[in-house]
């Protein structure tokens, strides 16, 4: 009985012990082979087809199917090893908790959402870089309109700035401007719209709707006052404003405002050499009651807005604004004329916004009449200042081609060609500008001929 105990109680501990330090590993090492195997796995094109459509994983590279081969080769060399029963040490999720938020599903396109945590993106890149190619070749068209001849004076130039002063050329030209503006408004609005200037406006009384009146400070334009321009502004700092004010009642507010629209657009292309260089933006409408267009000039660099028509409404009437730079205008038919000019370089301008109408032309090498053809040319120059026609002597020491080619690039429209014949016959040729071809004028008759030409229709 006392020897059944003890055994008993020694096979008890004895389990308890094995239990203890029982171990799946074994205490000995165990060798296993791996599988021998000589031939080379090779992978044909349609196995590799459909691990493809399975994994959505491309293998068309030679390096990526050597990698799959030698991956199917591995994994058939430790196939045969029984891994029954064989757990991990430790894994990450064992015992662990693991916290996982609540998904909110979103319907619609997320590329917003997702690209604003990008700095710059690819649709960005090629914006930005249009805009900064177009912002140059803005530039250099500036730089181009500031060096034409005789227009204007650079005193100082840097990268993005240019001091200058204005030339005769371009001081005649804004004088045009000016003067066809003041016109257009007069034929638009002098049968059923009082026009006031905005001094005499101030003492009218009893001003019976509709009625306008014309505001805005215009600078002197004289050859000692200095400009800045910024290149990154299409026109020179401390620019004019133009402006003309139409005072309607609120109900017909939209008709005017369309029919000005139209009016305006007609006017810049009425005095540019591209009428279809000009169209008309979409509305905005402002929170103060304000709604406005804009009168866009489409150059190859970018569309510029040249002239705002605003309406702004209030209690009874509304008011209608038209408002314009001069200055702005004039670098607008300075590069529209670059545009269109021709490969030689010449410089095209509307006939009634060309600051010079007319320009003379001799031969210098015939010295037998270059005194009488001076005389003569300066006779006929008076004639046309008698008609209020603008003209341009060039320099006549120069040969006859550059001084018709001077002429050509300062956007004269007309260039008389006198010679000796002239003497004899008193008929000379004309050239034009826009077309290049000659017409035989007589000398008593080329002043009236030029009014004719050059008179307001």
């Known amino acids: 009985m006392k020897y ?26 165990v060798v296993t082979l791996e599988k021998e195997k000589e031939t080379k796995v090779k992978i044909d094109r349609n196995t590799l ?24 080769a591995f994994a058939d060399r430790i ?20 916290s996982l938020r609540s998904d909110k599903i979103t319907q619609g396109n997320c590329q917003k959402d997702i690209l604003k945590n990008a700095s710059v993106t690819e649709d960005d890149y090629f914006k930005l870089r249009k805009i900064i190619q177009k912002q140059n070749k803005m530039k250099t068209n500036l730089r181009t309109i500031l060096n034409i001849k005789n227009y204007f004076v650079i005193l100082k130039s840097a990268e993005n700035c240019i001091n200058f002063t204005l030339g005769e050329p371009s001081r005649i030209l804004l004088s045009n401007i000016y003067t066809n503006w003041l ?28 009625y306008g009146y014309i505001d805005g400070s215009i ?26 004010t139409v005072v309607i009642p609120r109900d017909d507010v939209m008709q005017h405002f369309m029919q000005w629209q139209r009016y305006r657009k007609y006017w810049w292309s009425s005095i540019s050499t591209t009428p279809s260089l000009f169209s008309l933006n979409d509305m905005k409408h402002e929170d103060n ?59 095209r301008l509307h006939r009634k916004m060309a600051p010079y109408k007319i320009s003379f032309a001799i031969d210098p090498k015939d010295e ?13 120059y008076h004639k046309l200042e008698t008609k209020s026609i603008p003209a341009w002597q060039p320099d006549f020491s120069l040969p006859l081609a550059d001084q018709i080619k001077e002429s050509l690039q300062m956007g004269v429209t007309y260039t008389a060609v006198l010679n000796g014949t002239t003497l004899n016959d008193g008929i000379f040729h004309l050239l034009n500008s826009s077309t290049m071809l000659k017409e035989q004028v007589h000398v008593a ?13």
Request: some cysteine; glycine content about 4%; overall charge neutral.
């Open 368 to 380: 037998e009449h270059k005194k009488t053809l001076l005389e003569l040319v300066s006779l006929l």
């Open 445 to 457: 008759d080329f002043h009236s001929y030029a009014a004719l030409l050059f008179g307001d229709k």
């Open 79 to 98: 196939l045969h090893i029984n891994t029954d029963g064989v757990e991990p040490l430790y894994s990450v999720l064992e015992d662990e908790n693991l």
């Open 183 to 210: 016109k257009f408004l007069y034929t638009k609005t002098h049968k059923h719209i009082p026009v006031y200037i905005n001094k005499l406006y101030k003492n009218v009384n009893n001003k019976v709707i509709p």
């Open 219 to 244: 600078p002197r334009y004289d050859k000692e006052r200095e400009w800045v321009h910024k290149l990154s502004d299409f026109g020179p700092e401390n620019r004019s404003q133009l402006q003309v």
């Open 289 to 347: 009651l304000e709604s406005n267009v804009n009168v866009m000039a489409n150059f190859p660099s970018g569309p510029r807005p040249v002239e705002t028509i605003t309406v702004k409404g209030e209690e009874s009437t509304s008011s209608l604004t038209c408002s314009m730079s001069l200055e702005s205008a004039l670098f607008v038919l300075l590069l529209d004329g670059m545009n269109n000019r021709s490969k030689e370089g010449y410089l």
């Open 4 to 29: 059944r105990f003890l055994l008993t109680t020694f096979n008890k501990t004895r389990n308890l012990s094995i239990k203890s330090f029982s171990t799946k590993v074994p205490l000995q090492p």
């Open 49 to 72: 087809a459909l691990l493809e459509r399975l994994s959505l994983v491309k293998y068309d590279t030679p390096e990526g199917v050597k990698v799959l081969e030698d991956s199917i």
